[in-house]
């Protein structure tokens, strides 16, 4: 099993940043790959960012590239989101979720964080 714990979350203005931190515990080393997911009032659920163990393998949203990045310290068993020039159509709640296994899906999701954007 791999716990998941979301934090970072908060109120910032449109153009702001915000990093995003994600905890991991339980099995760790099991941890294939990570991402974020986000899911705004009366959407779906949709991918934001994922990376892959090393770290040297990153993928991205269309609606957030260039602006947000997502990394890794294992050391830490820690995933980080960094959020720069937020806009206020990312408002939502933003998950961490874990792959562990090749090949797998995201089958662990921590309970998320909210982030809201003013304008």
């Known amino acids: 099993q791999v716990q998941l714990a979301e934090s970072g979350g908060g109120l910032v203005q449109a153009g702001g940043s915000l990093r995003l931190s994600c905890a991991t515990s339980g099995r760790t080393a099991s941890t294939y790959a990570m991402g974020w997911f986000r899911q705004a009032p009366g959407k779906e659920r949709e991918f934001v960012a994922r990376i892959n163990w090393s770290g040297g393998y990153t993928y991205y949203a269309d609606s957030v590239k260039g602006r947000f990045a997502i990394s890794r310290d294992n050391a830490r068993n820690t995933v980080y989101l960094q959020m720069n020039n937020l806009k206020p159509e990312d408002t939502a709640v933003y998950y961490c979720?874990?792959?562990?296994?090749?090949?797998?899906?995201?089958?662990?999701w921590g309970q998320g964080t909210q982030v809201t954007v003013s304008s």
């Open positions: 979720s874990a792959i562990v296994v090749p090949g797998g899906m995201f089958d662990y």
